[in-house]
């Protein structure tokens, strides 16, 4: 039972770069998410699907996009990358967007973005 | 202004000794409140999870409290050891009254060091 896993763990892109971020998550769960953590700041949430075949801007999508390809999966992409977009990327599974469910993350994606 | 505050940023402390973890929070309305574990390099794990009618929560040597009346809640750790170094963040979830969702807002965390 491998919970969330996402990869690449490292990337490094030149500014104006694409990429995806892949995610995916065994625990059948309905809900899944994207946070970015940066030094000083808390997690802030990227996009997130409640359910399969939805998804919703979280507090910081702008630059970002995202697909829930089935209910395992959920990827960000980045179009143009930008500087500012260097940070710590974790995906996150929970049964449903609810407050009584647990959030599961995953091990982190390290983003540099020259 | 951070809604979720936590102090102290930094925390070191001796192998055995006990500690408490402040997080201090203006969300409203409140509907639970959790406490993450962050080892450096890794994913947060869920150590604990209160609702406002719960005042405390165990899970082993650590302790969590919640006094909603105040908005504050600690993490207690005992007796601690050298695997607790790690950040630990406070996360508090708000339903949203426009879009009937829940927000989970998170600390910025405790960094604790524990020495031999």
């Known amino acids: 039972n491998a919970g969330v896993t996402q990869t690449p763990k490292f990337q490094v892109l030149k500014t104006g770069q694409s990429m995806t971020l892949q995610c995916a998550q065994d625990?059948?769960?309905?809900?899944m998410y994207w946070y970015r953590q940066d030094p000083g700041m808390g997690l802030r949430l990227i996009y997130y699907?409640?359910?399969?075949?939805?998804?919703d801007k979280g507090e910081v999508p702008n630059g970002y996009n995202v697909s829930r390809l089935n209910k395992r999966e959920f990827s960000l992409r980045l179009e143009s990358a930008a500087p500012s977009q260097t940070s710590v990327y974790f995906c996150?599974?929970?049964?449903?967007?609810?407050?009584?469910?647990?959030?599961?993350f995953g091990e982190g994606s390290w983003l540099t973005v020259v | 202004k951070n809604q979720v505050e936590q102090s102290p940023q930094s925390l070191i402390i001796l192998e055995g000794k006990n500690c408490t973890l402040q997080?201090?929070?203006?969300?409203?309305?409140?509907?639970?409140l959790r406490w993450y574990k962050q080892d450096t390099g890794r994913g947060p794990v869920s150590l604990t999870i209160m609702t406002f009618s719960e005042n405390t929560k165990s899970n082993g040597r650590y302790t969590a409290t919640l006094d909603a009346d105040t908005k504050q809640s600690s993490l207690h750790i005992t007796a601690s050891q050298l695997s607790d170094s790690a950040s630990y963040i406070c996360v508090v979830s708000e339903l949203s009254s426009t879009s009937g969702t829940y927000k989970y807002i998170f600390g910025t965390g405790t960094r604790l060091k524990v020495l031999a």
């Open positions: 699907s409640a359910s399969e075949g939805t998804t």
């Open positions: 997080c201090n929070y203006t969300v409203s309305p409140f509907s639970n």
């Open positions: 996150a599974s929970s049964d449903w967007q609810g407050p009584g469910n647990t959030i599961y």
């Open positions: 625990m059948n769960h309905n809900s």
